[in-house]
T-cell receptor, first 111, second 114 residues
Framework: RKEVEQDPGPFNVPEGATVAFNCTYS??????FFWYRQDCRKEPKLLMS???SGNEDGRFTAQLNRASQYISLLIRDSKLSDSATYLC????????????FGAGTRLFVKA | EAQVTQNPRYLITVTGKKLTVTCSQNMNHEYMSWYRQDPGLGLRQIYYSMNVEVTDKGDVPEGYKVSRKEKRNFPLILESPSPNQTSLYFC?????????????FGPGTRLTVT
């Protein structure tokens, strides 16, 4: 079983749609959780950190469920510019700078 | 401007010819890391460093070496590259705190080994 798993998609949605991504992680002691965005062949960039209480940034909402060991990302009112790959990232509680990335979920937003 | 730089951005080489990919950051970050990205596999951590002269293996360290002699630099060394090291490589850095701190990535190095 992979340490961090994501649905690879692709998700094809029309502009204005709401889309949700899920990610599961295997290490129950994991400490920090993130969603990064990666445009084609570019470097990943932080979209949101994910907190136990859930957090929202404009059209984006992230949730963490420690009991079920998954995190989610909800995008409301999708824009063409949201088309990208969304990476789930986990820092397991092993000390240091160990970082586990999911393989990514590809999103295409169509006009 | 805060940034992570990598060089070269593109490299085509032959099997067995030693190469070094440089990485430098200007944010005074303690943590630095190298990743490779392959289709369907996502980013996998090769090595990371928590400070000068402190390095540790990630998930796929075989065939790679690193060094951290200065805080700002973290070069990736392939002593004898092989075709299965053809990949897109990213360097990243981060502040050392325990919280949810952002990693800053370099622009990537696309390596082809023939």
């Amino acid at each position: 079983r992979k340490e961090v798993e994501q649905d690879p998609g692709p998700f094809n949605v029309p502009e204005g749609a709401t889309v949700a991504f899920n990610c599961t992680y295997s290490n129950s002691a994991s400490q920090s959780f993130f969603w990064y965005r990666q445009d084609c062949r570019k470097e990943p960039k932080l979209l949101m950190s994910v907190y136990s209480s859930g957090n929202e940034d404009g059209r984006f909402t992230a949730q963490l469920n420690r009991a079920s060991q998954y995190i989610s990302l909800l995008i409301r009112d999708s824009k063409l510019s949201d088309s990208a790959t969304y990476l789930c990232v986990v820092n397991p509680n092993t000390g240091g700078f160990k970082t586990i990335f999911g393989a990514g979920t590809r999103l295409f937003v169509k006009a | 401007e805060a940034q992570v730089t990598q060089n070269p951005r593109y490299l085509i080489t032959v099997t067995g010819k030693k190469l070094t990919v440089t990485c430098s950051q200007n944010m005074n970050h303690e943590y630095m890391s190298w990743y490779r990205q392959d289709p369907g596999l996502g980013l996998r951590q090769i090595y990371y460093s928590m400070n000068v002269e402190v390095t540790d293996k990630g998930d796929v360290p075989e065939g790679y070496k690193v060094s951290r002699k200065e805080k700002r630099n973290f070069p990736l060394i392939l002593e004898s590259p092989s075709p299965n090291q053809t990949s897109l490589y990213f360097c990243a850095s981060r502040y050392k705190g325990q919280g949810a701190y952002e990693q800053y990535f370099g622009p990537g190095t696309r390596l082809t080994v023939t």
